[in-house]
């Protein structure tokens, strides 16, 4: 079926950088449209960007340019996140999903299971 | 950013109660909205997708109407696997914003 399998969760220090990968099965993954959206406990989701799988092209949101990178290795059907400079409030359950590709880009039909990112010291 | 304000944000109501759910857009987004319904400890659901279209899948009593700035989600009769979170969300620009979240809460 199709699906998008995360890594596991990680636990790091305040100004150090962290890498999720986000495995994509049953579906034709280039060219699709992979999003990460993060979610803090208790909050609302918030979107940070996406990759297109065929071409590499990004889209990136202006809150976390500079910090954020978005990659593919299509060999693998797999999406990274890197994301740096990590800080107490980066602490959150981040999420890859497949955009739906119902013509306008931004909105998401398949979802990870997520990954608990925990920043501190 | 394009904010978008959810409410109720809490919602008692029994099984079998007809539901709605109102999202208001900051600015006008046609049709580039969409429902996610939100279980503890899980990742989204996507219920409606460009307002009104309901995703494959998804039990007929949801739907989802709107235009411009006010969007509803709809579940005409209350089921027990629907109390959870729901989340409201736009796609006309970036960055992609969501709304607050109305949770549905057993009366």
């Known amino acids: 079926q199709v699906q998008l399998v995360q890594s596991g969760a990680e636990v790091k220090k305040p100004g150090a950088s962290v890498k999720i990968s986000c495995q994509a099965s049953?579906?034709?993954?280039?060219?699709?449209?992979i999003h990460w959206v993060r979610q803090a406990p208790g909050q609302r989701p918030e979107w940070m960007g996406w990759?297109?799988?065929?071409?590499?092209?990004?889209e990136y949101s202006e809150k976390f340019q500079g910090r954020v990178a978005i990659k593919r290795d299509t060999s693998a059907n797999t999406v990274y996140l890197e994301l740096s400079s990590l800080r107490s409030e980066d602490t959150a359950i981040y999420y890859c999903?497949?955009?739906?590709?119902?013509?306008?880009?931004?909105?998401?039909?398949?979802w990870g299971q997520g990954t608990l990112v925990t920043v501190s010291s | 950013d394009i904010q978008m304000t959810q409410s109720p944000s809490t919602l008692s109501a029994s099984v079998g109660d007809r539901v709605t759910i109102t999202c208001r857009a900051s600015?006008?987004?046609?049709?580039?909205s969409a429902w996610f319904q939100q279980r503890p400890g899980k990742a989204p659901k996507l219920l409606i997708y460009?307002?009104?279209n309901l995703e494959s899948g998804v039990p007929s009593r949801f739907s989802g109407t709107g235009f411009g700035t006010e969007f509803t989600l709809t579940i005409s009769s209350l089921q027990p696997d629907d109390f959870a979170t729901y989340y409201c969300?736009?796609?006309?620009?970036?960055?992609?914003?969501f709304g607050q979240g109305t949770k549905v809460e057993i009366k």
């Open positions: 999903a497949r955009d739906d590709g119902r013509g306008t880009p931004g909105t998401f039909d398949i």
């Open positions: 049953g579906y034709t993954f280039s060219p699709s449209l």
């Open positions: 990759i297109n799988a065929g071409n590499g092209d990004t």
């Open positions: 600015q006008r987004i046609h049709t580039f």
């Open positions: 460009k307002a009104s």
């Open positions: 969300q736009q796609y006309y620009s970036y960055p992609l914003t």
